[in-house]
């Protein structure tokens, strides 16, 4: 098959968070599994970009833009258009871009089956409320309408998209990770180091977008109340929303945690390696994630985890790597208090992450895509002419 995927960002442009990465690692996996991929996107530093590039066998098509920041559009509708009646099925990630909409319209002339993965923004949740409702009446309703199938990585989110198509059309598709790329972790005593995290301190560790949505001023919170003493909490992310990343530093001045709570900035490939291999918790304290690969990936490197209820990945956690708890400051800093804190219950609530690993691996959600690919095809039929075969004696 030739499958085209559609998405405004795509690796190695790790800054948009974890769809980027998780796009090109099932692209790369059904490259692997004999079928042809190309991937339709914006370079978000070149407007100009139109190349195609190849990355682990993926074909990459840049389509040069205009717009601004997430207001972005092609310049040349055409080049997708052509993209779409090259491919046998169209495969659409995420919302509130016109990349999408412009995919679904474009398969529906092709007569191509398209797929759709909202990647968990189909519920406003924090700003632009309105307008996000208003982009739903025009494009996600339409998309969804004659969406083949729409994709949902948790079931909390399965649940968001029933009113939106009927069940034979909704499917729930989990996500996965490469767990040979954490099975052996640098030592973390030079990060620790760089950081200024002295030994024997307990260090906890967040990954991911410096967001709203990730309720990282409830995390500060929280990590004032438990009142954790030698204990260091860093916020590694990219900080593309200023206003809220300098709320955040206000906090934590006015909250005496100077020195103690950090926004390092961004890490990726190795250094993130190497702060995951550093700590002794990971928390994502999200108000909503329609997974939570970061969590995920702190389970494969040996981290145990605590996280909130409203992440789509807390039931596989559970008591099993780590604490799910409610996103409030008290359930925080009662989480952080029994992982840090309390050894037996420490160790009861992660003895069952050997038995996880199997499932947050891509082999399973990537052979269910493949399945589900396969099913849009058109069948075979059968020759009414068979050639006739003539034997010489």
């Known amino acids: 098959m030739h499958i085209l995927q559609i998405t405004p960002t795509y690796y190695p442009e790790l800054q948009f968070g974890g769809p980027p990465q998780k796009i090109h690692a099932l692209s790369r996996g059904l490259v692997r599994h004999g079928h042809t991929v190309t991937v339709a996107t914006l370079d978000s530093t070149r407007p100009g970009a139109a190349e195609q590039t190849t990355m ?11 717009g ?3 207001y972005r559009w092609p310049r040349r509708w055409s080049r997708l258009a052509n993209l779409v009646r090259q ?3 169209v495969h659409s990630y995420g919302l509130y871009n016109l990349l999408g909409p412009a995919g679904a319209y474009f398969a529906r002339q092709a007569q191509r089956p ?7 923004m189909y519920v406003p949740r924090t700003r632009k409320v309105r307008l996000k409702r208003l982009y739903h009446r025009l494009f996600t309703l339409p998309m969804a309408r004659h969406a083949a199938l729409l994709i949902a990585t948790s079931p909390g989110e399965l649940a968001e998209l029933r009113d939106l198509v009927s069940d034979r059309r909704l499917v729930l598709r989990g996500n996965g990770l490469d767990l040979a790329y954490y099975a052996a972790l640098p030592a973390g005593d030079a990060f620790r180091r760089q950081h200024h995290i002295p030994a024997g301190d307990h260090l906890i560790l967040y990954i991911g977008r410096i967001s709203p949505i990730k309720n990282l001023d409830g995390l500060i919170t929280a990590f004032a109340a438990a ?10 992310g990219p900080q593309l929303e200023a206003d809220y990343a300098r709320q955040l530093q206000q906090q934590i001045a ?7 709570v950090r926004l390092p900035g ?3 490939d190795e250094a993130k390696l190497a702060a995951l291999a550093a700590a002794d918790l990971l928390v994502l304290p999200s108000h909503y994630e329609s997974y939570g690969n970061a969590a995920a990936e702190a389970v494969a490197a040996g ?3 605590l996280l909130t209820e409203s992440c789509g990945i807390a039931p596989l956690i559970h008591r099993r790597a780590g604490l799910a708890v409610p996103a409030t400051p008290a359930g925080l800093a009662a989480g952080l208090r029994t992982l840090l804190t309390d050894e037996t219950a420490r160790r009861q609530n992660t003895q069952g992450r050997a038995q996880l690993l199997p499932d947050l691996s891509w082999e399973q959600p990537l052979a269910h895509m493949i399945q589900l690919y396969e099913q849009l095809q058109p069948p075979v039929m059968p020759d009414p002419h068979p050639a006739v075969q003539t034997i010489h004696s």
């Open 56 to 66: 682990d066998g993926v074909t990459v098509q840049y389509l040069p833009w205009l």
């Open 254 to 260: 006015a909250s005496g945690l100077t020195g103690r």
């Open 68 to 70: 601004r920041g997430p």
């Open 266 to 268: 961004p890490l990726y």
């Open 114 to 120: 398209f797929v759709l993965e909202p990647l968990g």
């Open 303 to 305: 981290l145990p985890v």
């Open 227 to 236: 009142d954790l003493p030698h204990s260091h909490l860093l916020l590694v």
């Open 87 to 89: 491919a046998d099925v």
